[in-house]
């Protein structure tokens, strides 16, 4: 038996190495156009000068919005701000009871019902949490 050629073992091997390298080039061609295509279209978007009248009116409409925001988030907190100052003040109560009992049962049960609700003032407050 003989052994096969050098040039014919390594033929199919050299024929894979080109067909990959001429598919990385292709590759690489196609990405530096897409890239291309997207610089241009990022400079043809932001290449116009805007007039002032044009600065002026979005500037207002982002004023408006953000105010807009505010404002319904203010709305929106009112209810959970009363429903908090309402627990402080049933805390404040509790609190003075506790303090003012004179049996060590009642003064447990209250301070429960203390922590109970702090803890429920805790989970109404994160209603308007960002």
């Known amino acids: 038996m003989t052994a096969p050629d ?4 390594a033929s199919p091997a050299y024929e894979y190495g080109r067909i990959l390298g001429a598919m990385k080039a292709g590759f690489e061609q196609m990405l530096q156009q897409i890239g291309a295509g997207f610089n241009a279209a990022y ?3 932001t290449s116009r ?3 002032l ?3 002026e009116r979005l500037s207002e409409a982002r004023y408006r919005a953000r105010i807009r925001a505010e404002r319904e988030a203010g709305r929106r907190c009112a209810m959970s701000w009363r429903k908090r100052g309402l627990i402080a003040f049933g805390c404040a109560g509790l609190t003075w009871s506790a303090v003012v009992t004179l049996t060590a049962e009642l003064m447990l049960m209250r301070i429960l019902t203390l922590i109970f609700v702090i ?3 805790f989970a109404l407050g994160d209603e308007c949490a960002p």
């Open 6 to 9: 050098r040039e014919s073992v």
């Open 43 to 45: 400079r043809q978007g």
């Open 49 to 51: 000068p805007l007039s």
């Open 53 to 55: 009248e044009e600065r």
């Open 119 to 121: 803890v429920l003032a």
